[in-house]
């Protein structure tokens, strides 16, 4: 089992629809979770952290963290064309370094 | 303020040699990291550096490669005698501390012929 899953995708929603990224993590203990956005031919930019139980929204974007269920999400609102991405979760492993998942592809269709 | 920076951006060579590649963390920010990524692939996380300790190296896929931070700072990554398995773009990213948000850089695209 991987340390950080996620629906590799692609995941395709129409221009102004919410989209809807979801991952799952095996380590109990980690207390740091970051939601990535990676543009074809670049390198992945950070769009949000979340440490607590909960909703964290900073814009359009929503992240939700339920440690009890180990699942981490990230919701798009209002998508955007130019939202189409992978986007990449990540957990805080032990000793500082992060395990990535593979992405999920977003399309956003005009 | 400047992010992370790293050279060369893309670089060719010939299978058999010897690559070295840099990257210049954000000032201030203890932890230093590398990772590759093939084409249409996740990251695959290489080395990690948190100050003075000890670097975790449990990502390095063979003897080959290397990687030192001199003075808490700037970053190299060794390849030796490189093989054509090892071309992927090769990405390094900081943070403040370990564990906090990572900041990537531009990364250096490696073509072994």
């Known amino acids: 089992q991987k340390e950080v899953e996620q629906n590799s995708g692609p995941l395709s929603v129409p221009e102004g629809a919410i989209a809807s990224l979801n991952c799952t993590y095996s380590?109990?203990?980690?207390?740091?979770f970051f939601w990535y956005r990676q543009y074809s031919g670049k390198s992945p930019e950070l769009i949000m952290s979340?440490?607590?139980?909960g909703d964290k929204e900073d814009g359009r974007f929503t992240a939700q963290l339920n440690k009890a269920s180990q699942y981490v999400s990230l919701l798009i609102r209002d998508s955007q064309p130019s939202d189409s991405a992978t986007y990449l979760c990540?957990?805080?492993?032990?000793?500082?370094?992060?395990?990535f998942g593979d992405g999920t592809t977003l399309t956003v269709k005009p | 303020g400047a992010g992370v920076s790293q050279s060369p951006s893309n670089k060719v060579t010939e299978k058999g040699k010897d690559v070295e590649l840099r990257c210049d963390p954000i000032?201030?920010?203890?932890?230093l990291y590398w990772y590759r990524q093939s084409l249409g692939q996740g990251l695959e996380f290489l080395i990690y550096?948190?100050?003075?300790?000890?670097?975790?190296k449990s990502g390095l896929p063979s003897d080959r490669f290397s990687a030192e931070r001199t003075g808490g700072s700037v970053s190299t990554l060794t390849i030796q005698r490189t093989q054509q398995e090892d071309s992927a773009v090769y990405l390094c990213?900081?943070?403040?501390?370990?564990?906090?948000?990572?900041?990537f850089g531009p990364g250096t695209r490696l073509t072994v012929t």
């Open positions: 380590d109990r203990g980690s207390q740091s």
């Open positions: 990213a900081s943070s403040l501390g370990p564990g906090d948000e990572q900041y």
């Open positions: 990540a957990q805080r492993g032990n000793a500082g370094k992060s395990t």
């Open positions: 550096f948190q100050g003075n300790s000890a670097p975790d």
């Open positions: 000032s201030g920010h203890t932890a």
């Open positions: 979340i440490y607590s139980n």
